[in-house]
């Protein structure tokens, strides 16, 4: 992750993010760090509140240079890029009070505590509404608010078991246990729902002046992502089955994955199903001169001049799926003569998405994922040089994004934030505490109206 980028922020002026002069205050979490980076890197001016000592994460490997410093954890600064950091200790009556002056100017609250810890502070949501009816407080728990598992413990680990996921990632051999899927997808799905539903409860808010709580269960986001699985059991009551590198499905698939000619694995993905893809794909044989070789070119030219097939067809249709098979065995077939970079380009600009199976390491040195932008570096002044980022999820010409600034130190805008004041650093008694005027949001929001 270190060293010279192969992208980099864009030289010169840089264009407003979409989400400048929202004000939003993070709670630092686990479960949430990701929805508030979304933000942050879209333009919202993110203030992230820490514990004394700072948030846990900071202390999670890997550290730059494999020195073990809260200051120079990978994790932590992937989590928290463009976000500003002050400490409060909201067991006190002076860090409550300062957490209190902070959510008075935001537009949006973002929290993962464990349910009725905030309630027990007298700093939840109904508590701090009273004279900011325009606020908007997204909740992430394991299960949401109003739910006979509220107050249960999870992990990414099991967010994504109980929630469904892990059932349809595996291998074909079901000697062999479920996959989890790696990089805290549990944590991200819950966050990328909680982004969705802060902005949509801001566009809300530009019709009624209101904002609203968005109760995000990371178990409900982690079920509506597993494709059919849930519906096949709650509708036709079917299980889906694990497949490799393949979608889960009541009745096995054939097989996805080819070695292309330079010893490359690549995933076949998605066969040609309309007429124009079997006639891309009977081009693509002309090209590499494998016509004559290829058995079934007679079920892609019945491809072409039927239209193509229907996935609903295969299953009843013995010409639908004749042909469909010949369009995934064709692409097993031109793999195996061609470099996977090679194969990968030919699917994708016919309309077919196939993709190189990487190993983690290779991603972000990917001539593609460079070219669209996706590696970004970012100088970090306390190591002396620039570390690599996964860049934009997303590319959006009007909502530009981007990496404004590195991840904070602790506590690093505390005086920017409330002024000089020393009181609300851990929390203090109170006294001398600057008054809400000195709260150093800045620009106007955006989105709906300041209350």
Known sequence: MTGPGSGAVPAGPVPAGSLEGVRVVELASELGAFAGKLLADLGADVVLVEPPGGHHTRRYAPFVDDVEDPEQSLYFWHYNTSKRSVVLDLDVPGGASAFRRLVAGADIVLEAEPPGRLAELALDETDLRAGHPGLVWVAMSPFGRDNPRTGEPATDLTVLAGGGPVWSCGYDDHGVPPVRGGGNQGMHTV???????????????????????????????????????????????????????????????????????????????????????????????????????????????????????????????????????????????????????????????????????????????????????????????????????????????????????????VGEHQAEIFGPSPSVVAGGTGRGARGADTIGWHGETTLGTRD
């Open 191 to 409: 966050c990328l729902w909680a982004v969705m539903g802060a902005l949509t409860a801001l566009l809300a808010r530009q019709v009624t002046g209101q904002g609203q709580l968005v109760d995000v269960s990371a178990h409900a986001a982690a079920n509506v992502t597993t494709e059919a699985a849930s519906y096949e059991w709650l509708v036709a009551g079917r299980t889906v089955q694990r497949q490799t590198a393949r979608h889960a499905a009541v009745h096995p698939t054939m097989s996805t994955d080819a070695v292309c000619a330079d010893g490359r694995q690549v995933n076949t993905g998605v066969p040609p199903r309309s007429a124009e893809e079997f006639r891309g794909v009977l081009e693509w044989l002309d090209e590499i001169g494998g016509r004559a070789e290829f058995h079934d070119i007679a079920l892609l030219e019945m491809g072409v001049e039927r239209g193509g097939v229907q996935i609903h067809e295969i299953f009843d249709d013995a010409e639908a799926m004749a042909v469909f098979g010949a369009g995934r065995e064709v692409l097993r077939f031109i793999a195996q003569r061609v470099s996977a970079y090679d194969f990968f380009i030919g699917a994708q600009s016919r309309g077919m998405p196939c993709g190189i199976i990487y190993a983690p390491e290779e991603v972000l040195s990917d001539p593609h994922f460079v070219a669209r932008g996706f590696p970004v570096s970012v100088h970090h002044d306390a190591i002396g040089r620039d570390v690599v980022y996964p860049g934009a999820p997303f590319v959006s010409p009007r909502s530009p994004w981007r990496i404004s600034r590195p991840a904070p130190l």
